[in-house]
């Protein structure tokens, strides 16, 4: 059974690095036995300082890495991912990307939750060995504006199915990781 690590935590607090640093260790554990380390980047470059972060989130992880970017499609993308390696470690950065890009999509917010618990139970029964990244809702203001607050809203319920399907959780909060699960 594949097993999924999830990092939560607030913009800039680790979380990335946390992520490349697990999953690089259960990639050195499979070397030679037809895997890859896959980056699953969901960000979709809306100006140009995002531009420049997405920029230097590639120079980060340099060529040990094959990186696919897919803002929406995050369980087709596993299903090449798993016909082209029979052992990855994919590493998704971020899941607070793909639920707004979902919604920008105008995907109903109620599905959504539904959507990852199909990606998870994918990469259980897949056996990858996923880490998963998102940012946490729970410490910020509630937003002003509805489209805020239904964001808000369906990252936390996505959130809560990621947690509930990983063997292991982390919360980033300055730099720092506490280990929940």
């Not at 793909?98 to 990469?123: D, H, T």
Request: a positive charge; hydrophobic letters at 40%; charged letters at 25%.
């Amino acid at each position: 059974m594949g097993k999924i690590t999830f990092i939560t935590g607030g913009i800039k607090s680790g979380k990335t690095s946390l992520g490349m640093r697990i999953a690089k260790g259960i990639y050195k554990g499979k070397r030679g036995k037809n895997t890859a380390l896959v980056y699953l980047a969901t960000g979709v470059a809306t100006d140009g300082e995002f531009k420049k972060r997405i920029e230097l989130h590639r120079k980060q992880r340099k060529n040990e890495w094959v990186t696919i970017e897919e803002p929406v499609m995050l369980k087709r993308s596993m299903e090449s991912v798993i016909k082209k390696w029979k052992n990855p470690v994919v590493l998704i950065d971020c899941i607070n990307f793909w639920v707004a890009n979902m919604l920008g999509k105008k995907y109903p917010p109620e599905k959504i939750p539904g959507e990852i618990r199909q990606v998870c139970s994918f990469i259980r029964k897949n056996k990858i060995s996923a880490v998963i990244i998102s940012n946490e809702t729970g410490m910020c203001l509630v937003s002003p504006y509805r489209s805020g607050r239904v964001f808000q809203d369906v990252l936390g319920r996505v959130n809560a199915e990621i947690a509930g399907a990983s063997g292991k959780f982390f919360l980033c909060v300055s730099g720092k990781a506490l280990r929940i699960k």
